[in-house]
């Protein structure tokens, strides 16, 4: 080009946004076809995606933490497992294709899946996030595109990529799963507003949460967390300060469920630190709590750069040594928004203040969730029952968990709430879902109803498949099979014809 | 009231007899005479609307012009942009946008050297063998009987009587035909010595998709090798993915001389033409470059929006997008088929590109009137009129493929009725 003027000649289309409505396309075919198919192969393309994924999970681990810089790969090598082969164990016989007869309510319900869903994936939790909804999305037959977070996009791409051909290989159809290898905003908003997307499923920041239900497409979007520890004089301190630190130190407290505030009963509190720090928890003098508070907090929110990394690390760059330490523990006096140490941290720094009783706990649990982690989690560490109702009554959460790690313990893996890496956190925390997301979040039910009265006897649907009805057989030849006007076409030709179609098949199926 | 600001009509019936007084009266009343009542108007996608809203899916869509579907909002963007540079140009001097799509338009084509630009297929066709003419320096072109390779003074001369005839421009003693898919007439042809090229059509599509076998084009190639023919490929309607190559001649694994590709490369939207051939058939332009001169063809912007076609083309997504819709219709038409074998006689198939035969010397001409009163717009084959041209488009979608079906299964009953009251020939 002659001269300084860097500017094109000529413009040309965004090529971006065009292809993303032909990776839609893609997913739809895909869909279609996934969608008639038996439950044996269902579970064993699930199968097979777990297995690859479980495979590659220390990768993945090791790539994902090069990549982000966020968190600790024993753990994410964890996560990645738990969502891969762990997803598999706990969902996998579950069968969403046969119908599902009930002779009570007189009906017959068949799964329906979504169709072509469209998931956000946070940088926090890159691969075990996308295998996580991978799979949900395909053991219920949908096709998924996944649009990674640009943090994490070549490990997650990679990830995707791995699921895919595994899929193909155990039977799926090509682009069954796919990845947006170069996420941006008007990308993802182009896939986000399309009408050929039936679903969309945001794991990310508010405002990605926010985009996602305003795109006028159903969406499943998930709030950010903050999670208040009641840890009264009933439980045993030992314990609870060891699921603590383990949970907060968990991946350097990446997952949304981490814990966020201690609040000790003044009873037990001393004692409590003291346990705090014999499960290896630095413990911070006031100047330190004052240092952790300006690193942590800038003008503009929470300070990124120290999301998912290691205790030590973070005391080092706020001006202390905490060598060796699993978590850092910073004493509050305020237990209210304005002291910015009890907002959600996703790093392993623990607020901790202090409590009189059982009343002033849930007020100081509700101040916690006041500004954030609305419909997300609580944990308390008790065994007086009427405590944990009264606590769980109270605190606007929807998952209270009760004596475990909160970090595993909401996120479904050390409790029965279904292993999850997407949290629902209902009204309160602007989702249309208030509970872990499972299979059943993919699907709709059409539901054949019979007449409730007696008089009309329910059918017997047992031994049918969804698809039952025969093809018609072939209508009587009334009219001549050749034309005079065509020589050529005899039986002959046709047979030759029939050969090139299963020719031209056979090579669209190897292709 | 059909109000177009720089002209109007009162009614369809206003227009119905304008465009018979003005423009061509044999058309108007072949169409309504078939019931066929259609003046298109809007167009977006797959869609056609009629002027009074109808709307149709296009599966004819003109030979693979609207390969793409009409106005494709990529290509209208890039024709767009291209105007705010380029206009038509100037014929006779290097151009960038000339320049660049030759060079990526060789890229799809290996064994090729040179594209020689026109404005429409005949033209191409007109260049392809006026290039062989100059190669072997022999005068003599062979086609096959009910070819068809355009209307302009040598390509017409190529094909069917019913198109040279009438216009005394039938040429016998310097164009021949020999029946399709027979070497052996092709070789009492070739051998004779004075043949300067064979043209063929990959799949010939005026005459109904009839397929070829790759060992039938191979011969043909190999006859010319033999005796010194120039082998044209007509790729106006196999080129371009539709077989699910980008060229109908990879697709069976032939090498051609020359071959022409037209109306998808436009996009439907800037008429461009596109005569690809060896360095030798390309010899002229060392003697003489301005031997043949066209002041359209090449245009700039069409060669802006080509080259928009090729990238688009070239897409993985779009590729795996042309073998699921070839795989849907093959199993869904199979077994529509199976279910009507007494009218739906048989299905040929490459790619998206389909023929599909039914059981009456005019069958198609019914299908088509059948389908579009269903909502589809299919054409019959000029040339044989028992087979409808099925030509679903390259990014057509599975919804709207799954639509297809539904219309096309539904037209069944009424084409049975059709075909029952119809004269037996």
């Known amino acids: ?511 | 009231m059909f109000d177009y600001s720089a002209f109007s009509f009162a009614d369809k019936e206003e227009l119905y007899a304008k465009a018979k007084k003005f423009w061509n009266p044999g058309k108007v009343d072949f169409w309504r005479g078939e019931g066929i009542d259609l003046v298109i108007d809007r167009r977006e996608g797959y869609y056609l609307y009629d002027i009074e809203g109808r709307r149709l899916i296009d599966l004819h869509i003109n030979g693979g012009t609207f390969n793409f579907g009409h106005s494709h909002p990529e290509l209208v963007e890039t024709l767009k942009l291209a105007l705010d540079h380029f206009d038509i140009g100037n014929h006779w001097f290097p151009s960038a946008a000339r320049t660049a799509f030759a060079e990526e338009f060789l890229k799809t084509a290996p064994g090729m050297d040179y594209c020689v630009f026109g404005a429409g297929g005949a033209e191409a066709v007109e260049l392809a063998i006026k290039s062989a003419r100059y190669a072997t320096q022999k005068r003599r072109i062979v086609s096959i009987i009910k070819g068809y390779h355009g209307h302009s003074g040598l390509s017409v001369a190529t094909g069917d009587d019913r198109f040279s005839k009438i216009f005394l421009a039938d040429r016998p003693e310097e164009f021949a035909q020999v029946p399709y898919k027979d070497l052996d007439a092709l070789e009492a042809e070739l051998k004779k010595g004075d043949v300067a090229a064979f043209i063929l059509e990959t799949i010939p599509a005026t005459y109904g998709f009839p397929m070829p076998t790759a060992e039938y084009l191979q011969g043909c190639a190999s006859l010319c090798r033999k005796y010194d023919v120039m082998y044209i490929a007509d790729e106006v309607q196999t080129g371009l993915m539709r077989t699910g190559h980008m060229w109908g001649w990879q697709a069976y694994g032939i090498q051609p001389d020359i071959f022409v590709s037209a109306k998808g490369i436009s996009g439907g939207i800037y008429p461009i033409s596109v005569a690809c051939m060896t360095d030798r058939c390309a010899a002229w332009q060392k003697e003489d470059g301005a031997a043949h001169i066209t002041t359209a063809g090449g245009s700039e912007l069409g060669c802006v929006v080509g080259l928009k076609v090729l990238e688009m083309l070239q897409r993985p997504e779009i590729v795996a997008n042309v073998h699921a819709v070839a795989q849907f219709f093959a199993d869904g038409l199979g077994e529509i088929q199976a279910q009507n074998s007494d009218i739906f006689g048989g299905i040929r198939q490459k790619g998206v590109i389909l023929g599909l035969e039914f059981e009456h010397p005019e069958g198609a001409v019914y299908a088509s009137k059948a389908l579009y009163e269903h909502g589809v717009w299919a054409i019959f084959s000029s040339l044989d009129k028992r087979v409808l041209q099925f030509k679903p488009g390259v990014v057509l979608d599975a919804p709207l493929c799954q639509e297809i079906l539904d219309r096309f299964s539904a037209a069944m009953p009424t084409l049975r009725k059709k075909l029952a009251s119809a004269p037996k020939h």
């Open chain 1, 1 to 511: 080009m002659s001269g300084s003027d860097t500017t094109p000649r000529m413009l040309t289309p965004d090529v971006a946004a065009a292809r993303a409505g032909q990776m839609l396309n893609t997913a739809r075919w895909a869909a279609d076809s996934f969608a008639k198919m038996d439950n044996e192969t269902v579970r064993m393309v699930v199968k097979a995606m777990s297995e690859a994924g479980f495979a590659k999970a220390k990768d993945y681990a090791e790539w994902a933490v090069r990549e982000t810089g966020y968190g600790r790969v024993a753990h994410k090598i964890m996560k990645n497992e738990g969502c891969s082969r762990g997803i598999f164990e706990k969902y996998g016989d579950l069968d969403f294709v046969a119908p599902r007869i009930s002779h009570e309510a007189k009906t017959v319900e068949l799964a329906r899946p979504a169709g072509v869903v469209f998931a956000l994936t946070p940088v926090t939790n890159p691969v075990a996030t996308v295998y996580f909804k991978a799979l949900l999305a395909v053991m219920t037959r949908n096709a998924i595109v996944i649009s990674p977070h640009p943090g994490a996009k070549e490990v997650c791409a990679d990830a995707v990529r791995t699921l895919a051909v595994a899929a193909q290989s155990a039977g799926a159809p090509a682009g069954l799963i796919q990845v947006v290898e170069e996420p941006t905003i008007p990308l993802i908003d182009h896939f986000m507003t399309s009408d050929d997307v039936d679903l969309i499923v945001a794991t990310g920041g508010p405002a990605v949460v926010k985009a996602a239900y305003r795109s006028g497409n159903p969406a499943i979007g998930v709030g950010s967390g903050n999670a208040p520890v009641l840890v009264d004089d009933t439980c045993d301190l030992r314990k609870a300060a060891k699921y603590i630190v383990d949970s907060k130190g968990f991946d350097n407290s990446i997952l949304c469920t981490n814990e966020s505030t201690i609040l000790a009963f003044e009873s037990v509190a001393d004692q409590l630190l003291q346990q705090l720090k014999n499960a290896r928890a630095h413990v911070c003098k006031p100047q330190e709590v004052e240092a952790l508070r300006k690193l942590l907090f800038t003008d503009s929110g929470f300070n990124v750069d120290m999301i998912g990394k290691d205790a030590s690390l973070i005391a080092e760059a706020a001006g202390f040594r905490a060598p060796g330490a699993e978590i850092l523990v910073a004493p509050v006096e305020l237990i209210q928004p304005e002291e910015t140490l009890v907002r959600e941290k996703l790093c392993p720094v623990l607020a901790f203040g202090r409590v009189d009783d059982i009343n002033q706990g849930i007020a100081a649990a509700r101040s916690v969730m006041r500004k954030s982690g609305k419909g997300h989690s609580a944990v308390i560490h008790s065994t007086d029952e009427r405590r944990i109702l009264s606590y769980a009554n109270a605190v606007p959460a929807l998952r209270i968990v009760v004596n475990v790690g909160c970090s595993l313990g909401a996120s479904g893996f050390e409790t029965h709430l279904g292993p999850s890496m997407t949290i629902g956190t209902g009204f309160a925390g602007g989702s249309s879902v208030g509970a872990n997301l499972k299979p059943e979040n993919f699907i709709n039910m059409a539901r054949i109803a019979y007449n409730k009265s007696d008089a009309e006897p329910f059918g017997v649907f047992e031994g049918l498949a969804r698809d039952t009805v025969a093809a018609p057989l072939p209508a009587i030849h009334t009219f001549p099979s050749t034309a005079p006007s065509a020589p050529q076409a005899g039986g002959e030709m046709r047979a030759e014809l029939r050969q090139l179609i299963q020719e031209e098949l056979k090579a669209i199926l190897t292709a």
